[in-house]
């Protein structure tokens, strides 16, 4: 059974950092691509940033310069480190497995960038 648990979520303050954790079990962690995407309200589903099992990293322009996907094998584990917030990366982030034309996702952590 896939699992994907997404923590490291919260309110953050405009200009703030933080990092999200997505623990995965159940897949064999080294041959999947990695993801993060975001939903806001009102809004459909975005990719955010993406990881390959090979290491390669791809960026929404919204956060290119701004944020950092990594994966630990060793932890099953993908992060994203997140800087420099701004009120519109507001939404909750979604941690995504694939292989081919298989797809997991986690249930979510809410991400609020406010004042």
């Known amino acids: 059974q896939v699992q994907l648990v997404e923590s490291g979520g919260g309110l953050v303050q405009p200009g703030g950092s933080l990092r999200l954790s997505c623990a995965a079990s159940?897949?064999?962690?080294?041959?999947?691509?990695m993801g993060w995407y975001r939903q806001a309200p009102g809004k459909q589903r975005e990719l955010v940033a993406r990881i390959t099992s090979g290491g390669t990293a791809n960026y929404a322009d919204s956060v290119k310069g701004r944020s950092n996907i990594s994966r630990d094998g060793a932890k099953n584990t993908v992060y994203m480190q997140m800087d420099s917030l701004r009120p519109e990366d507001t939404a909750v982030y979604y941690c995504n497995a694939a292989l081919g034309a298989l797809s997991a996702w986690g249930q979510g952590a809410q991400v609020t960038v406010s004042s």
């Open positions: 159940g897949i064999i962690f080294s041959i999947h691509h």
